[in-house]
């Protein structure tokens, strides 16, 4: 039975309120999805920020905490729990950087590797089922749409 509130906010929606509220929608399952994986897969025991920080040093290797906490948008402290907790399970190694000492340089261990890596897969599987019942046509439509929708944005 749907929501009262649901039911007001379909009653005042737009079609652009709608589409918006469609991709939020399916973002926020996705992401529910992906981190019920994570606890659930016992390659891997981490957390959705934790699998997010792994990704970033996977792209961005001798990357320091700093550039996380600007990519990220997060609270240093939680940053920082996050990538100790990192390092003491042998997923992220650390070394001083060469002109600055102060700062200390992140990459993936061998372990951080493969963890990374079941992540991924785990997110290729769930990013397939969601687009299993589309034909080839309909996926290179829908990207291209989005791909609209966000420019259009970044015009603004």
Do not use: W
């Not at 709608?18 to 016992?42: C, G, I, K």
């Not at 891997?44 to 699998?51: A, D, P």
């Not at 996050?82 to 000492?101: C, H, I, N, Q, T």
Request: hydrophobic share 40%.
């Amino acid at each position: 039975m749907p929501k009262q509130v649901d039911q007001v906010n379909q009653l005042t929606a737009t079609p652009a309120d709608a589409v918006f509220e469609a991709m939020h929608a399916l973002m926020h399952t996705y992401r529910a999805r992906r981190v019920q994986a994570l606890e659930s897969e016992s390659c891997c025991g981490l957390t959705h920020m934790e699998s997010k920080a792994l990704g970033f040093f996977a792209r961005h290797p001798g990357a320091t905490a700093s550039d996380l906490v600007q990519h990220a948008g997060r609270d240093k402290a939680q940053v920082t729990r996050v990538l100790s907790g990192l390092r003491e399970r042998g997923l992220l190694d650390a070394r001083p950087d060469e002109s600055d000492r102060r700062s200390t340089r992140l990459t993936l261990s061998a372990s951080g590797t493969e963890a990374h890596l079941a992540v991924q897969r785990q997110g290729e599987r769930l990013a397939q089922t969601a687009i299993a019942d589309l034909s080839e046509a309909e996926r290179v439509q829908l990207l291209a749409l989005l791909r609209r929708v966000q420019g259009n944005l970044e015009a603004e």
